[in-house]
């Protein structure tokens, strides 16, 4: 499985952005992680086949995944940024607990 992520860059504080990661085959779970300068990577999002989603803390509220099964690909639309949201975000699949992939990783910098 290979996946395609894009849509990073910079945005100031409050701003929008959409990613979207499309994935070359059909993937189970499809979600986005980010890691920050210094961070773990952490979880942003995730959303199964059948539309369930989970979230991580600090993005809730402000973030929506969704995907499109027809297209194998994965969005996440980012709202009412904050700095702190600055970091790479990757592309993430899960076809089962044993198969997990991730994409090249787009840059997104929150900033005036």
């Known amino acids: 499985v290979q996946l395609q992520a894009c849509g990073g860059g910079l945005v100031q504080p409050g701003g929008s952005l959409r990613l979207s990661c499309a994935a070359s085959g059909s993937i189970n779970v499809m979600g986005w992680y980010r890691q920050a300068p210094g961070k773990q990577r952490e979880l942003v999002a995730y959303?199964?086949?059948?539309?369930?989603?989970k979230y991580g803390d600090s993005v809730k509220g402000r973030f929506t995944i969704s995907r499109d099964n027809v297209k194998n690909t994965v969005y996440l639309q980012m709202s009412s940024l904050k700095p702190e949201d600055t970091a790479v975000y990757y592309c993430?699949?899960?076809?089962?607990?044993?198969?997990?992939?991730w994409g090249q990783g787009t840059l997104v910098t929150v900033s005036s």
């Open positions: 959303i199964t086949s059948s539309g369930s989603t």
């Open positions: 993430w699949a899960s076809v089962d607990p044993n198969r997990n992939y």
